[in-house]
């Protein structure tokens, strides 16, 4: 559910401009990554306390 929340939310913000995302789901960052790849975008990654994963995404 979170990378379909992102996707709308990229749609709506211009290029170059950035979408923080926190999960708590493990597979989010493989998720994400491979989204990212195909889709022309940049995410970096940190893992924070308790497990939540904060993913910034750039929008090409």
Do not use: Q, Y
Not at 14 to 26: F, K, M, R
Not at 32 to 53: K, M, N, Q, W, Y
């Amino acid at each position: 559910m979170p990378l379909l929340m992102a996707k709308r939310a990229l749609r709506e913000i211009p290029s170059g401009a950035s979408l923080e995302v926190l999960s708590t789901d493990a597979g989010s960052e493989r998720d994400f990554e491979s989204f990212a790849r195909l889709a022309g975008h940049r995410v970096t990654c940190e893992h924070l306390p308790d497990e939540v994963i904060r993913l910034i995404i750039t929008k090409a």
